[in-house]
């Protein structure tokens, strides 16, 4: 029963604040990379960010560097995405999806993450 749970989704502002969380079930993220990526209405799924197992690398998307922040928390089993200064374009449903490895460095590319979300909605509008 290996499942990632995103939770967090909602509407807000533009210029406003979300955390989205990814849980685990059934496996322990400790030795696995974590990625966020998105998928807005008509158009293809995009990668966001992702983080290494030690938690030491992080990689962004140019359009969310400087807003966005991805962190992990293996004692309670969870990575999180710090979503700042959001921004209309930011609307989407957002993915958390895992490798096993013992990565020092991630890639945001959906082919590389072989457990993956349900997925949780962002809206940003006024």
């Known amino acids: 029963q290996l499942q990632l749970v995103e939770s967090g989704g909602d509407l807000v502002q533009p210029g406003g604040s979300l955390r989205l969380s990814c849980a685990a079930s059934?496996?322990?993220?400790?030795?696995?990379?974590i990625a966020w990526f998105r998928q807005a209405p008509g158009k293809e799924r995009e990668g966001v960010s992702c983080i290494s197992t030690s938690g030491g690398s992080t990689n962004y998307a140019d359009s969310v560097k400087g807003r966005f922040a991805i962190s992990r928390d293996n004692a309670k089993n969870t990575v999180y995405l710090q979503m700042n200064s959001l921004k209309p374009e930011d609307t989407a449903v957002y993915y958390c999806?895992?490798?096993?490895?013992?990565?020092?460095?991630?890639?945001?590319?959906?082919?590389?993450?072989?457990?993956w979300g349900q997925g949780t909605h962002v809206t940003v509008s006024s």
């Open positions: 999806a895992a490798i096993r490895g013992v990565f020092r460095r991630c890639v945001i590319s959906s082919n590389e993450y072989d457990q």
């Open positions: 059934g496996f322990t993220l400790d030795y696995y990379a």
